[in-house]
Nanobody, 115 residues
Framework: QVQLVESGGGLVQPGGSLRLSCAAS????????MGWYRQAPGKSRELVAV???????NYVDSVKGRFTISRDNAKNTAYLQMNSLKAADTAVYYC?????????WGQGTQVTVSS
């Protein structure tokens, strides 16, 4: 059984920063990819950023230069540093991880960017 727990969401003003964390626990031998997705009200879930076991990263164009994904393999944890936040970044952010050929999802954490 694998669990992903996100934390770090909240309310922030435009231009502010937040750091999301995603901790994986359970029967884990190795994690291939870890990624962050988001879903805004009335919109489909979209990929925000992903990092693989070698540290290769990829981002959706709208967050390039503002968001940074990283991971600590020893802690089975991924992070999403979000800077220069905009109202358009408001969404529920979900973490996922590729483990043993399966994709696991966290429960989501709300990020609200508003003045």
């Amino acid at each position: 059984q694998v669990q992903l727990v996100e934390s770090g969401g909240g309310l922030v003003q435009p231009g502010g920063s937040l750091r999301l964390s995603c901790a994986a626990s359970g029967s884990i031998f190795s994690i291939y990819t870890m990624g962050w997705y988001r879903q805004a009200p009335g919109k489909s879930r979209e990929l925000v950023a992903v990092v693989d076991s070698a540290g290769y990263t990829n981002y959706v164009d709208s967050v390039k230069g503002r968001f940074t994904i990283s991971r600590d393999n020893a802690k089975n944890t991924a992070y999403l540093q979000m800077n220069s936040l905009k109202a358009a970044d408001t969404a529920v952010y979900y973490c996922n991880a590729g483990i043993g050929g399966r994709l696991y999802w966290g429960q989501g954490t709300q990020v609200t960017v508003s003045s």
